[in-house]
């Protein structure tokens, strides 16, 4: 797989495109931020709403002799912590944000806990292990600021910029409204969390934004957006987290190669018995806990809402308490 270091790639741009390193709380490390110079000055992401995050923002912007009311406008590739975090204050200083509808249960941290309580005692999900995850989730909120305000984003849309436009690209699965930002001219797309390096993101499982009571097919809408990235690729992406991609057809296919391996492995835990989400979770991440023993029930729970779509998987309602099987 060619990487590259994200400094050094975009230096080799004709457009000026100047990487922003922030320090995250989380353990997918610091993000990338990209400043687009030129009117009006544009910040796609922002990292999270941490003290720490805005004083390296503030250093990086006055690298080149600006200070944060100078960002006018904020573009959001999607309404996680450390892409959303510090839009609020920005937008305080007059910036416009942008970001896709569809992630506006995010980007607001709408979290519905009663409708995730009843879900996960449906699944089998322990008292504890329910506030465990209830717990690191309200934790984790506190490192954002809710945006209820923003401009809308549409798949196809030009943005026009001094230097050439940007072409936004719908690419959900990680999150509903997950969007990249591309430089026509380079081929190049700023791509938020849709593809790393060494990583495979998490289609996170939520309300479905169309259909709230249904949960959001994550795991099946990435799927087509990685065949797509696959297919036709742009000539490099520049991520939120990690190296620059320089080969995104390879990385696509090995990540739905690693995700068919993750499919595989919860059959093989079907394979002897009827099991409940909360054993395979037990079995599969013995060690997680919090926040991440919520996003490793997503990941599951994602799978196995995939591999019941494709009819490899049957579930059955006993007492309340949902288990699954081969058929």
Do not use: C
């Not at 995250?24 to 941490?50: C, E, K, Q, R, S």
């Not at 904020?74 to 944000?97: K, S, W, Y």
């Not at 984003?153 to 940007?166: F, K, N, R, T, V």
């Not at 068919?260 to 394979?271: D, V, W």
Request: net charge positive.
């Amino acid at each position: 797989m060619k990487l590259e270091e994200v400094p050094a790639f975009a230096g080799q741009l004709a457009r000026p495109v100047y990487p922003i390193l922030l320090p995250t709380p989380y353990p997918v490390g610091p993000v990338w931020v990209y400043l687009l110079p030129g009117d009006p000055l544009t910040l796609v992401d922002t990292g999270p709403a941490t003290g720490a995050a805005w004083r390296a923002l503030k250093a990086g912007l006055a690298a080149y002799g600006l200070a944060p009311q100078d960002v006018r406008r904020v573009l959001i590739t999607h309404g996680h912590h450390d892409h959303m975090g510090l839009a609020r204050r920005l937008q305080a200083f007059g910036a416009e944000v942008l970001a896709h509808p569809a992630d506006r249960n995010n980007l607001g941290l709408r979290r519905h806990f009663a409708n995730l309580n009843r879900v996960l005692y449906r699944l089998g999900v322990s008292f504890p292990n329910r506030m465990l995850m209830m717990v690191g989730l309200w934790a984790l909120d506190r490192t954002s600021k809710p945006l209820n305000r923003f401009s809308p984003l549409a798949d196809g849309q030009e943005i026009p910029s001094q230097h050439g436009p940007l072409r936004v690209h719908h690419v959900p699965g990680h999150s509903p409204g997950h969007v990249a930002f591309e430089l026509p001219e380079e081929g190049v797309w700023l791509s938020g969390d849709v593809l790393l390096s060494g990583i495979v993101p998490n289609a996170v499982l939520e309300p479905d934004p169309q259909n709230p009571s249904h949960p959001f097919p994550a795991l099946s809408v990435y799927r087509s957006t990685l065949q797509k990235l696959a297919s036709s690729p742009p000539r490099a992406l520049l991520p939120a987290h990690g190296p620059a991609i320089l080969e995104v057809a390879a990385l696509a296919r090995e990540t739905l190669a690693k995700q068919e391996q993750r499919s595989q492995t919860i059959l093989r835990h079907l394979s002897a018995q009827p099991q409940t989400l909360a054993t395979i979770l037990t079995a599969m991440y013995p060690k997680a806990r919090g926040l991440s023993l919520f996003l490793a029930y997503s990941d599951l729970y994602g799978h196995l809402l995939e591999l019941e779509r494709q009819g490899l998987v049957v579930r059955a309602s006993r007492n309340g308490v949902e288990t699954f099987y081969t058929p």
